[in-house]
């Protein structure tokens, strides 16, 4: 049956079927040719979807759209660029200071690319940076959307493994400061060899407005995160909250009209839609994997080349980053997550230190050809070719696996928040 299930997948993907449909008819056709009752197919489909957890999904999604079509994002956008411009190469570390706010916001990478994107990547080649660096940098900052609190894919992972969601969420507060720190050091780096342009520091009188403008956006993150840590809303309950906020903020400052919510609710649903879609035939094909004992297996395959957790941690980043390069996040999520969270368990790892791991490391996949979603997302909205990219673009990923190389080896800087008592 597995390797029924194998072999049908691979040919499904590469005549072009959609993932979702690919794994979803890959387990219906293993369960046929295995003679086992085919409701066990429409039992996964319906169960792995009916969770309270996964109700916070669209409302974050609905949350993100609000905020681009509130004029949220660009006085998010203003209140960067005074606070950062006057550094050499001073929009591209707007790019990134920007995507970490709209991440603590939004939990969504796709969000921040198309977002921050769509205004900063003609900017930045209007004021004469290279395509590689603006396209670069932008798809590189988005990766902050699933590690930043609140997460989307922390909310899915956590769905899957039964691990505390404000764990999580407090667990990739220091890696994504981390990373967007180390997109910063690339983008100086670039600056001083490219001689990049550094713009006027803003006056106070122009700090205090920008500031003034983004207030109430930036406030968002600390009302949701001490909102869920402190217990008095759940994530589901923190994420209908965002939007009821987004929503107030896009009705104050007179930008969310009836005609935008109508084309946010509808953009919502469709988001939504295909996120369920995966994690339902996801779920089909991942149980499947697990009744033919793969997770047995390739603890036996890794434990023949080594016992070692160091060692063995190393070869699971790689096999991420390689299974990243060629399947999307979620999809990613819902296949690996229930085969390697044992296999790190068997190694002695705390599950929120490999949920980070994990998070980060196929969050980077994002990135990197030939299936970086976010990539073609930055370039798309930017009107860059992919080829304009070159190596540049694996000049920002090696920064953020420096990262995921040093919270994998040191511990605490994932797992000390989480630890401290409420």
């Given amino acids: 049956m597995l390797g029924i299930l194998l072999f049908c997948f691979v040919i499904f993907m590469l005549i072009g079927m959609p993932i979702a449909f690919a794994m979803g008819l890959s387990a219906f056709l293993a369960l046929l040719a295995g003679d086992i009752p085919l409701v066990l197919v429409a039992q996964r489909l319906i169960t792995s979807i009916d969770s309270s957890t996964l109700m916070a999904v669209p409302l974050f999604i609905l949350a993100g759209e609000l905020m681009n079509t ?19 190469g001073g929009l591209s570390h707007v790019t990134v200071v920007t995507s970490m706010v709209f991440a603590s916001i939004s939990g969504s990478s796709t969000a921040a690319a198309a977002a921050v994107g769509s205004v900063l ?25 699933p590690i930043i609190p609140p997460s989307i894919t922390m909310i899915i992972y956590a769905s899957i493994t039964n691990l505390s969601i404000v764990k999580l969420f407090l667990a990739g507060v220091i890696p994504g400061i981390l990373i967007g ?46 909102g869920i840590t402190s217990g008095a809303f759940t994530p589901t309950e923190a994420g209908a909250v965002a939007v009821f906020y987004a929503l107030l903020l896009g009705i104050f400052h007179r930008e969310t009209t009836l005609k935008n919510f109508w084309v946010t609710l509808l953009n919502t649903g469709r988001k939504t839609a295909t996120i369920l879609i995966i994690i339902a035939c996801a779920s089909a094909f991942g149980w499947i994997l697990t009744v033919e004992q793969l ?16 060692i063995s941690i190393l070869l699971i980043i790689i096999l991420l980053l390689f299974i990243g390069m060629f399947l999307e ?23 929120i230190h490999f949920a980070l791991i994990f998070l980060i490391t196929i969050g980077i996949g994002g990135v990197t050809p030939p299936v970086g979603v976010l990539t073609f ?30 919270v994998t080896y040191f511990p605490p800087l994932i797992t000390y928040l989480p630890s401290l008592p409420k």
């Fill in 70 to 88: 509130g004029g949220i994002t660009r006085r998010i956008i203003r209140f960067s660029n005074v606070l950062v411009r006057h550094i050499k």
């Fill in 329 to 351: 996040g979620l999809t990613a999520i819902m296949i690996l997550v229930p085969v390697l969270a044992p296999l790190a368990a068997t190694y002695g790892f705390d599950p």
């Fill in 121 to 145: 990547i003609p900017a930045m080649r209007k004021e004469g940076y290279g395509d590689d660096v603006s396209a670069s940098v932008t798809a590189s900052a988005s990766t902050m959307g």
């Fill in 181 to 226: 720190l180390s997109l910063l050091i690339v983008n100086y780096i670039y600056a001083v060899k490219r001689n990049y342009p550094r713009q006027k520091r803003a006056d106070l009188h122009e700090a205090w407005s920008a500031f003034k403008g983004a207030f109430w956006a930036l406030i968002a993150p600390f009302i949701i995160i001490i």
């Fill in 295 to 310: 997770p047995v297996v390739l603890v036996d395959f890794l434990t023949s080349i080594t016992q070692n957790p160091r």
């Fill in 377 to 406: 997302i930055a370039c798309g909205v930017g009107n860059v070719p992919l080829k304009n990219l070159g190596r540049t673009i694996w000049i920002y990923v090696l920064a953020m696996l420096a990262v995921v190389l040093l």
